[in-house]
Every structure is written in structure tokens, then in C-alpha cells.
């Protein structure tokens, strides 16, 4: 039985050739052809003057740009910038409600009455300052990053001032109560516990330690050294010095546990969960956080000898002045008793 002949290769002009002859239609498929872009562009010159990839779906930011638009490359920057993802969504959302207050608007049009009038909605004095801190960095943002502003409607305002709290630290027997605790419990609770209440890691520290930030080479007296991953606390790295008994905790923890990268690949949440849980089962009866853990570390140095410069170093804080006013708290409670 003969076979059928071969089918003959369509060339590429055949291919892309119309299926009719009719010249209107003609006509239309090639102004549509001419008016479709053939590709999304991947990258866009900013009006700061640098290259930057866009985001899908949004235009670069111009001076008039829409409020949300805006706010939507702020996002992106925090992103970047590798800032907790709980921050990001807490300047995103008063940006959000300032929006729902103020209407659509372009960002050149926002003026310091619709500042005005969404700082003075708030319910607190805390509430007022963390706006007010989300504004001018938004605006900030604008300015010095982005360069389609000249001017910020936030300039002038300024926020209450909050007392800060007394901190309440653990005493000795709470503190060997805490640790005998978690020795039972994770494998992980006794050495995150001891860094955060021995040498005073704040919880974000303590999540972005790697295996390669430990240093054993002296057994009697291991280094800690602490890398921020946010870019605003560059400039807080520091090394801690532990002691012997953090080596045999942290060489158990590592015997216990398969980490090969991050010490603790866990969230915010589980870290707050394991302090909380550690703490009752201590028979502890206030409230104990990792921010408890870091007052009692401020509050045991001083006790030493400590000075307000060296809480500054030791606890990575910005030498600022509210700051100093927080390390002072810590040097009143190791004043000798009355």
C-alpha cells in the first residue's frame, strides 16, 4: 500500500500569513499588531536617575501619582529592605486608613490639614505617634528615595511624649527557676532563653543568628557576634562574650537539633509561645516576654559595674537621647537598696 506523501513544512511567512483576503480586516490586524507592545518592559528609570525592576501591574512614581500607587512602592522598598514583615503590614495599614480619610488623592495634593486631622482621629497617644512615624517615613521615602517630592506635609508636627515604663526584671531565683525549665522543654528554649537573658538578644536578633555567628575556639569564653538583617540598625553589630555554660548548652542544643544554617527558624510568635510556656511551667507568676529576658540582662549588668555608655553597646541601641533615657531606668534599679 503506497504511503501518503509527507506534509510539507509551513515556512514562517505562510505561518504569520492572515487566514482571509479581506482588506478591512487586514487593515485592523495591523493596527492592532503596531498599538500591542511585544513585551512588558522589565525595568524602568526612577526620577531619582537609577534602574529599578517594576513591579506587575504598576507605573513608576511621578510627582502626581495616586496616593495608593505610592504607598504600593513603599511597600515594596520595605520589602527590599528586609524589614519584618509585621512592620511592613503596621506602616501599611495606617497609610491605608490615612487614604480612607483623606480620599483619593494625588501625593503632591496631601496637605498638613489632612495630616493634621488624621494624627488628631487617633485614640492615644501611642496610636498618634506610631501615624505620625509612618507618615514621615512614607514622605521621607518619597523625598530622598524617590525624588518626585519637595516637600513634606508631616514637617512641624511632633508626637506626645510617652513615659516609658518602669521595667520589671527577673530576680536570681526566678532567672535559675526559668532556666531549669526550659532545660525540659524544646531543645531550642535553653539556648535562646540564655542568649536573650545572659547576654540581652532582643527577639529579632535571636531569629537571624546562624551557626557561623557562634564562635567556640575558647571553650570559657564564647563570642556571639550579632549581624542585623534590617537595614536601619546597620551600624548596631557587635560581639558578646558568653561564658562556659553557654558553651555546654549551645554544644547540647546543636547535638539535639539538625540546624545547619539558623539556629531558630522560627517566627515572632513561636519564640513569644515558648517564653510564655517556659515561664509557667517554672511556676513563674508575672508575665514574662523576651523583653523580659533583655530588662533582666540591663537590669544585671549595672549591678557589675556596667555604665550608661556600656548598656548603649551592649544592647545595640542608637546613642540617642531617648535611649539613654531607657538605659537609666536599669542603672536606678541597681542602685543599692535604701
Not at 119 to 129: D, I, M, Q, V, Y
Not at 291 to 301: N, P, V
Amino acid at each position: 500500500m503506497p504511503q501518503p506523501p509527507k506534509p510539507r513544512p509551513v515556512t514562517a511567512e505562510e505561518r504569520e500569513r492572515p487566514r482571509h483576503e479581506d482588506p478591512a480586516l487586514l487593515e485592523l490586524e495591523k493596527e492592532a499588531a503596531r498599538a500591542k507592545p511585544e513585551q512588558l518592559a522589565l525595568f524602568t528609570e526612577t526620577p531619582a536617575g537609577t534602574l529599578t525592576s517594576l513591579p506587575g501591574g504598576m507605573t513608576p512614581l511621578a510627582h502626581d501619582s495616586p496616593f495608593d500607587l505610592a504607598r504600593g512602592w513603599y511597600r515594596q522598598s520595605l520589602q527590599k529592605a528586609h524589614r519584618p514583615a509585621n512592620t511592613v503590614d503596621s506602616y501599611c495599614y495606617d497609610l491605608i486608613k490615612f487614604e480612607e480619610r483623606i480620599g483619593r488623592k494625588p501625593i503632591d495634593q496631601v496637605t498638613r490639614g489632612n495630616v493634621a486631622t488624621f494624627l488628631g482621629e487617633a485614640n492615644s497617644r501611642a496610636t498618634r505617634k506610631r501615624r505620625l512615624t509612618t507618615l514621615r517615613r512614607f514622605f521621607k521615602y518619597l523625598i530622598d528615595e524617590e525624588k518626585v517630592l519637595d516637600s513634606d506635609p508631616t514637617d512641624g508636627f511632633f508626637p506626645h511624649p510617652i513615659a516609658l515604663k518602669t521595667p520589671v526584671p527577673l530576680f536570681a531565683a526566678d532567672q535559675q527557676a526559668l532556666l531549669d525549665a526550659a532545660a525540659n522543654d524544646e531543645p531550642w528554649s535553653l539556648t535562646a532563653i540564655w542568649l536573650m537573658m545572659r547576654i540581652g538578644l532582643s527577639r529579632s536578633e535571636l531569629l537571624v543568628l546562624r551557626r557561623e555567628h557562634i564562635d567556640l575556639s575558647d571553650s570559657e569564653q564564647p563570642v556571639v557576634f550579632i549581624f542585623p538583617e534590617v537595614a536601619a540598625k546597620r551600624g548596631q553589630e557587635r560581639k558578646l562574650a558568653g561564658t562556659a555554660e553557654f558553651t555546654a548548652i549551645y554544644q547540647r542544643f546543636l547535638e539535639d537539633t539538625n540546624t545547619v544554617d539558623l539556629l531558630f527558624p522560627v517566627g515572632f510568635q513561636a519564640v513569644n509561645g515558648m517564653v510564655n510556656r517556659v515561664a509557667k511551667s517554672a511556676g513563674l507568676t508575672q508575665g514574662v516576654t523576651p523583653q523580659t529576658l533583655r530588662h533582666t540582662f540591663a537590669y544585671e549588668r549595672p549591678r557589675t559595674g556596667a555604665t550608661e555608655n556600656d548598656l548603649i553597646e551592649l544592647l545595640g541601641l542608637a546613642d540617642a537621647p531617648r535611649n539613654r533615657e531607657s538605659v537609666r531606668r536599669y542603672l536606678a534599679l541597681a542602685e543599692p537598696p535604701l
